[in-house]
Nanobody, 123 residues
Framework: QVQLVESGGGLVQAGGSLRLSCAASVGAIRTYQLGWFRQAPGKDREFVAAIDWAASGTDYADSVKGRFTISRDNAKNAMYLRMKSLRPEDTAVYYC????????????????WGQGTQVTVSP
């Protein structure tokens, strides 16, 4: 069983930056593909970014390309999302997720989820 805990959310002005962290409970996190998703009020949860187990491959939603950077540190059982040039439309609860197998942007492919961290971007 993988337990994931997000942190780092908060309130920031448009144009600002935040770094989200995801801490994993399991020591073998290196065998899992990891991803970030977000859910804005009244909207479906959507893909943000994913990273493979070796951190050699990443994928981003078009809406965040060039502004967000996903990374992981398997030695620390952690994953990160560096967000810059934030926009009000980035406001959402951000979730980290883990899955076995290949990297994916499909929400249904992920088996383990954190509780989420709120990111609010003011105009």
């Amino acid at each position: 069983q993988v337990q994931l805990v997000e942190s780092g959310g908060g309130l920031v002005q448009a144009g600002g930056s935040l770094r989200l962290s995801c801490a994993a409970s399991v020591g073998a996190i290196r065998t899992y593909q990891l991803g970030w998703f977000r859910q804005a009020p009244g909207k479906d949860r959507e893909f943000v970014a994913a990273i493979d187990w070796a951190a050699s491959g990443t994928d981003y939603a078009d809406s965040v390309k060039g502004r967000f950077t996903i990374s992981r540190d398997n030695a620390k059982n952690a994953m990160y999302l560096r967000m810059k040039s934030l926009r009000p439309e980035d406001t959402a609860v951000y979730y980290c997720a883990a899955k076995r197998g290949g990297s994916s942007n499909n929400i249904d492919a992920y088996s383990y989820w954190g509780q989420g961290t709120q990111v609010t971007v003011s105009p």
